[in-house]
């Protein structure tokens, strides 16, 4: 828990009493009114991953703000205690939503782009029938090789 609440401060997570000593108030004030965020569990050790995550939050404006980045490097705990496969963590984007649920792959995509008006119609296009499982296997083609590639897999 404590591990979690270093690597994502914004979370939804809700410090442990012991714990709030440790976070400043004006992150604790954060902490507690970011009850709709989401929480983005992306690879940290990726580069390429840093430097999506950095367009993003610049791509979205104040709704960066309510987003958790949570770096699974080296909490392969923590993820199976969300229920999230620490392999499936590495090889497919995983996102927890406001109501605690899990998306993961293209769906963990459509969930943040819907939140950036200009990456909206994308999140539609990526959506339709014919394009989403190309573009699935694409994806995991990308991951598996840069995953080979820097000798992770």
């Not at 840093?50 to 979205?60: S, V």
């Not at 984007?93 to 459509?110: F, N």
């Not at 994806?139 to 897999?153: A, N």
Request: charged share 25%.
């Amino acid at each position: 828990m404590v591990i979690a609440l270093i690597n994502c401060i914004q979370c939804t997570l809700i410090p442990e009493p012991r714990l709030r000593l440790q976070i400043p108030a004006a992150e604790t004030k954060t902490l507690m009114n970011t009850q709709h965020s989401i929480t983005v569990y992306y690879d940290g050790t990726c580069p390429r991953c840093r430097r999506d995550r950095a367009r993003y939050e610049k791509l979205a404006g104040p709704a960066a703000d309510t987003l958790c980045w949570f770096d699974i490097s080296g909490q392969d705990a923590e993820l199976l205690s969300l229920g999230i496969d620490p392999y499936k963590a590495l090889t497919e984007l995983h996102v927890k939503d406001g109501q605690q649920r899990i998306h993961s792959e293209l769906d963990a995509y459509i969930l943040l782009m819907r939140r950036v008006p200009l990456l909206k119609p994308l999140a539609w296009l990526i959506g339709l029938p014919l394009i989403r499982p190309l573009l699935s296997h694409c994806y995991h083609r990308w991951v598996m090789l840069r995953l080979r590639k820097s000798q992770r897999l």
